[in-house]
């Protein structure tokens, strides 16, 4: 959703701005800029519509000498993706230079005011009115001067910005969008996240919302929106360079799919002790579990799919009533929450502005909220109660498969703590779950040996201009998962259902352009799911079943079959998910797509 970047220092301003872009290109890629100033020279604003790699060639064979720069890539929110509409955005004397990621909600009045003082608007965006309303209020000092706009702004930004008056100052803020500080010798960074300076430092620092940050070379000072310095608290970010690079695959996307049984073997690291599960983040008391009665989970995209497996898993096993929301609807429905619920906030990237949202109407009603989060130090994550980490490791493509299976992981493991805490699960109960929840690794690494298979078998959506993905309780959300992650990289049409829903309705669209893509694994409701695909085989749709080994009647009445290893139903949202993420990659990859930057999306959605 828009990534910001920032550099003060000796190095080059122009490479460590481009190579920061390049982290953060999955945050958005409708265009991309960059501003540099040097120390006696006007800002030089370079800027290009589409893929970061359209920059590269505007910048090529450009000198740009200075010590301080900001860059910034693009997913429109206002105004198309074109040259005009890019970043930075410049003030008419060139003197003040901006970038911005988040929505100004009241833009279109503060513009009026503005081209009523004279000031003439070169782009559609929300952004412009920042850079003109800071010229409008410049006192010459660019600190103070950030300070006189931000109490007008309404909605949500992080900023940095540069003044050709202070070139040896980079200036930034934040209110609802994510923004670190980075710390090297003698040169300091901006970023929209981590991985855009990991490879200069591993020194970070948090701004918090209402932060203004003024950095110098040798000099930081952070100040909160009421002008009280704040000391400064440093992190130091563990995860390692190459987490970013695709290491021999084509795309990010196939290398995190391949991730993923490590990925499990690390959410269960040391949260698992016996037969019990230990959660150092749950800073819930004793008093605070038992009483909980209901749980509520919010969430978005995958990770809303996450807490629709986590439901079923946790109403199976311990009886306890969860409620689902997505968190675009959840923060404007006045949820009803009793202070003895739980909530529990989703979210791979921790910044997704819905989701936070969930966060802080949950907190009003007095409840504890805790996340389940990937990336660590993100807003959620500071702001929730208490933090399950799910330890997958920087997710780069824009479509999430490793965070997602971490985040199911981490919910058996919230499922065996509330078991034992709350008194649910007995002994025998608890050996089975940590029985299984060991074997995953192994079973996803099988699952990713039969990749040739799979990939053939997705031919089935070669002609395709739609499809159907049917799964049953436990798999009904994978079932969508499918379906979303087909839409996301292939733009093939899919929708998910739940298996015997098919024939209210959706069966209408079953036709040669519309495969079934059904999920009929060893489960409790196998031969309905079985019924279900004759009624389909009946109106001569073409069928690709998920299958467990050995079963022969599915093939009797698929097309064609991938064979799954046999496990427990309330395990096999873990195996099943993962031949639909090759599915939909490979759909992608037979379409001659990217992968990583599928069109109009964005990794992080940090405005509402
Ligand atoms: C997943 O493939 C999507 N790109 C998207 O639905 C994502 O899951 C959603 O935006 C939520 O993101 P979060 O987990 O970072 O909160």
Redesign the pocket.
């Known amino acids: 959703m828009c990534g910001i970047v920032g550099y003060i220092g000796e190095k080059s301003p122009k490479e460590v701005l481009y190579s920061g872009l390049s982290k953060l290109e999955y945050r958005g890629y409708d265009s991309a800029g960059i501003s540099i100033l040097g120390k006696e020279q006007e800002i030089q604003t370079y800027k290009s519509v589409g893929k970061l790699a359209n920059l590269r060639e505007v910048l090529k064979g450009v000198e740009v000498s200075g010590h301080i720069g900001i860059g910034h890539t693009r997913w429109a929110t206002h105004g198309v993706p074109s040259t005009k509409n890019s970043h930075p955005h410049n003030s008419k004397s060139n003197k003040l230079s901006l970038v911005h990621n988040g929505i100004i909600e009241n833009y279109a009045e503060l513009r009026e005011e503005l081209v009523n003082k004279g000031y003439e608007f070169l782009s559609d965006t929300d952004t412009e009115v920042i850079v003109h309303l800071l010229d409008a209020n410049f006192t010459g000092n660019l600190v103070e001067s950030v300070f006189k706009i931000l109490p007008i702004l309404e909605g949500a930004y992080a900023i940095g910005v540069i003044s050709s008056d202070e070139p040896d100052l980079l200036v930034a803020a934040r209110k609802g969008s994510p923004l670190v500080i980075g710390l090297g010798e003698n040169e300091k960074y901006i970023a929209s996240d981590v991985p855009a300076i990991l490879e200069y430092t591993n020194r970070v620092i948090f701004l918090e919302d209402g932060d203004v940050a003024s950095l110098k070379q040798d000099e930081i000072k952070i100040w909160d929106l009421e002008k009280n310095e704040k000391s400064t608290e440093e992190t130091e970010i563990e995860w390692d360079l190459e987490a970013a690079e695709k290491g021999g695959y084509e795309y990010f996307t196939l290398k995190e799919i391949h991730e993923q049984p490590r990925v499990i073997a690390e959410t269960l690291k040391g949260k698992i002790k016996g037969n019990s599960a230990i959660i150092e983040e749950m800073t819930l008391t004793k008093e605070e579990l038992e009483n909980i009665t209901k749980i509520h989970m919010v969430?978005?995209?995958?990770?809303y799919h996450a807490a629709l497996v986590g439901k079923a898993i946790i109403e199976q096993e311990l009886r306890i009533p969860v409620e689902v929301e997505v968190a675009s609807e959840f923060r404007y429905k006045n949820p009803i929450i009793n202070k003895t619920d739980l909530v529990i906030l989703?979210?791979?990237?921790?910044?997704?502005a819905d989701?936070l949202a969930g966060l802080r109407e949950a907190k009003k009603s007095g409840a504890k909220a805790i996340g389940i989060i990937n990336v660590m130090g993100s807003t959620i994550s500071r702001e929730a109660d208490g933090t399950i980490y799910t330890n997958a490791g920087l997710e780069i493509g824009?479509?999430?498969t490793k965070?997602f299976i971490a985040q199911l992981i981490a919910l058996y493991i919230l499922t065996l703590y509330l078991g034992e805490k709350k008194n649910i699960l007995d002994d025998k109960r608890r050996n089975y779950i940590v029985e299984n929840l060991k074997k995953l690794p192994n079973m996803v690494e099988k699952v990713l040996d039969i990749e040739e298979d799979i990939k053939l078998k997705t031919r089935v959506l070669d002609s395709a201009r739609s499809s159907m993905f049917i799964g049953r309780n436990m798999n009904t959300a994978i079932a969508y998962e499918g379906a979303?992650?087909l839409k996301?990289i292939s733009y093939i049409h899919a929708e998910g259902y739940q298996s015997g829903e098919l024939k209210h309705g959706p069966i209408a669209m079953i036709s040669e352009e519309c495969p079934l893509i059904a999920i009929a694994t060893k489960s409790d409701t196998y031969e309905k799911v079985k019924s279900n695909i004759e009624e389909v085989r009946a109106r001569s749709g073409k069928i690709l079943a998920l299958a467990t080994l050995g079963d022969e009647e599915i093939s009797k009445i698929s097309d064609e079959v991938i064979y799954l290893p046999e496990i427990d139903e309330l395990f096999s949202p873990v195996i099943n998910v993962v031949p639909l993420q090759f599915i939909a990659y490979y759909a992608a990859i037979n379409r001659g797509l990217d992968v990583d930057k599928p069109r109009n999306?964005a990794?992080?959605?940090t405005v509402e």
């Open positions: 969430a978005c995209g995958t990770s989703i979210s791979q990237s921790g910044e997704t989701t824009v479509a999430s965070a979303l992650k996301e999306l990794k992080s959605v």
